[in-house]
């Protein structure tokens, strides 16, 4: 079984390459919400065995009147990293925005960046 996982992983990587979809312009259209957040999770390193993939994940992010993330998408990076990313970006909670004191629902990212290689599973 550890060898199917094993191949799988080998064959995301190389079917993939270490990026994934690049990050590009895609996201220089929203602004980066981590500053506003009150409550920050950390995305996980995936567990399995023999996952030797690094770099960043963008998670395009809804925030409601009440801080809440109501939705979070990757617009880019591996994706074996994209899950995790995608979980932890859901449990952050935010400041409201306020326009003209109004509160009103925000729109932005988050971005995750793994830097984490050669782990090994349980550690």
Request: aromatic share 6%; hydrophobic share 45%; net charge positive.
């Amino acid at each position: 079984m550890w060898q199917s996982i094993g191949l799988v992983l080998v064959v995301a990587n190389l079917v993939c390459g270490q990026n994934g979809k690049p990050c590009g312009d895609s996201v220089i259209q929203y602004v980066n919400l981590e500053h506003q957040a009150i409550n920050k999770v950390e995305a996980a390193y995936p567990a399995e065995p023999g996952l030797r993939v690094k770099g960043q994940v963008v998670v395009r992010i809804v925030v409601d009147k009440k801080g809440n993330v109501v939705s979070a998408r990757s617009i880019c990076g591996h994706p074996l990293l994209v899950p995790a990313s995608v979980t932890a970006a859901a449990k952050w909670k935010f400041q409201p925005k306020r326009v003209n004191g109004k509160v009103i629902k925000n729109i932005g990212i988050l971005v995750f960046d793994f830097k984490q290689v050669n782990r090994e599973r349980g550690s």
